[in-house]
């Protein structure tokens, strides 16, 4: 059974196992914010989401990775369904996410819940990172 947690500073380590490239303080100022959702299924750690402010307007998905062995179990498209109705009940209006082009998988999953292309990134590598945006529903208050 798949659970989702907001991260906190002493899952420093866990979130290591997924990106070596962030810091203790990076991973701290995320933590404080609730910019992080752990996903398990069962007690195994399945994968994360880390999100921050695009243009301090939009929450925008910097980090969203599901451990091979837990792919396709539906815990990417769950999570992200939680994580749109959060950023609902804070009053976001829109929020975004990007991948790489060559990740068609991703771009399924995001299409099929509704995100737009609104442009792409030509990164250092010569390849192609496709930037999605989605409009929120109003909520219901």
């Avoid at 997924?18 to 959702?37: A, C, G, H, M, P």
Wanted: hydrophobic share 40%.
């Amino acid at each position: 059974m798949m659970k989702v947690r907001y991260a906190n500073e002493a899952d420093y380590e866990q979130a290591l196992v997924i990106d070596k490239t962030i810091t203790r303080s990076e991973f701290r100022r995320w933590t404080e914010n609730s910019q992080v959702l752990f996903i398990y299924e069962g007690d195994d750690f399945a994968g994360w989401l880390q999100y921050s402010l695009f243009l301090e307007k939009y929450p925008f998905i910097n980090r969203f990775y599901i451990l091979p062995e837990y792919r396709g179990l539906g815990d990417g498209k769950l999570t992200l369904l939680i994580w749109q109705r959060q950023m609902e009940e804070r009053f976001f209006d829109k929020v975004m996410l990007s991948c790489e082009g060559t990740n068609e998988k991703a771009q399924k999953l995001y299409e099929g819940l509704g995100y737009k292309k609104i442009g792409a990134l030509s990164m250092h590598d010569n390849s192609d990172e496709i930037v999605y945006m989605k409009v929120l529903p109003k909520p219901d208050i």
